[in-house]
């Protein structure tokens, strides 16, 4: 599923994520977002000369619309951020939720300025090009099933604490035990997804084929797209639903458990993380090409 829109944005969510956490300047990667992205579009693929140059024009458009539109709004959220910090233990779960919520609105605003440029590229593509699409799509689910069965259970939960803890180290220093359980117990307490979402990704690559064929109709194809890539969650079904939100409410829990447990010196390394962030995105978000 990484086309034109999610892989774009998961390049810049990557990107931010590194930057928080190993301190790298933004500027020189992020102009190279369109290049990085494009690489990774054409691993599905293989675009005729004038749709590479238009694909190439439409991703430099869109992050500079990111760039001047959106990173404003991420300055924001790590000004709350830093805010919360500063509050410690007088944080709330509800506020935490709504933190997580503007964040979705990031990815619903990024995927509607994304779609209609999606549907002039994806209406370009040929009857041999779609299927090349197709196929490599169904590969990626074929190689998600051979790592999901040689991956145990164990091994998962292993891995996300390790996740996590990396994370939090790097944001805030060392850990102290208790800030320790408090990951090993949610890493053990998260609902196992990913026979789940491989199953749902099954189902999100029959739905989005259907549309592909509906591509010439730009009207009927976008309103085909955009519950794919904006409301994903519209295809999920109970069972699904069940295992995200209760995954979400466990790591929004164990967010605001560290939070409340920080101590002095961690408040002051995850300050001078996020103001070095906060610092780096007003300059890019400022300065014009």
């Known amino acids: 599923m990484k086309l034109f829109s999610t892989t774009t944005y998961r390049l810049l969510i990557a990107l931010l994520m ?68 500063d509050r410690g233990d007088a944080v709330t779960l509800t506020e935490l939720e709504g933190f997580s919520n503007q964040i979705q609105a990031s990815w619903r605003r990024f995927m509607n300025r994304a779609l209609p440029q999606s549907v002039d590229i994806l209406s370009s593509l040929s009857d041999d090009q779609i299927t090349e699409l197709r196929e490599n799509l169904a590969d990626d689910i074929i190689e998600e099933r051979e790592e999901l069965d040689e991956t145990s259970p164990e091994k998962t939960q292993a891995k996300r604490l390790k996740m996590l803890t990396k994370q939090a180290v790097k944001l805030m220093g060392k850990l102290s035990p208790e800030q320790e359980q408090i990951i090993k117990d949610w890493s053990v307490a998260l609902i196992p997804s990913n026979e789940a979402y491989l199953q749902q990704s099954i189902v999100w690559n029959k739905h989005f084929a259907q549309a592909l064929e509906q591509r010439k109709d730009k009207a ?62 007003n300059k890019l978000s400022q300065i014009k090409p």
């Open 18 to 85: 590194t930057a928080v956490l190993s301190g790298c300047t933004l500027g020189i990667t992020y102009r190279l977002l369109p290049t990085i992205a494009m690489w990774s579009l054409e691993d599905y693929i293989d675009f005729e000369k004038e749709q590479r140059i238009a694909t190439k024009g439409a991703l430099s458009e869109l992050i500079e619309w990111h760039r001047y539109q959106e990173l404003p709004r991420y300055v924001e959220l790590l000004q709350t951020l830093s805010q919360f910090i």
């Open 220 to 281: 009927i194809f976008l309103s085909l797209l955009t519950p794919l890539f904006v409301y994903p969650e519209e295809l999920w079904p109970p069972h699904y639903r069940e295992i995200i939100e209760s995954n979400r409410s466990l790591t929004t829990e164990v967010m605001l458990q560290l939070l409340h447990s920080m101590n002095e010196k961690q408040k002051t390394k995850a300050h001078n993380r996020l103001n070095d962030l906060i610092d780096d995105l």
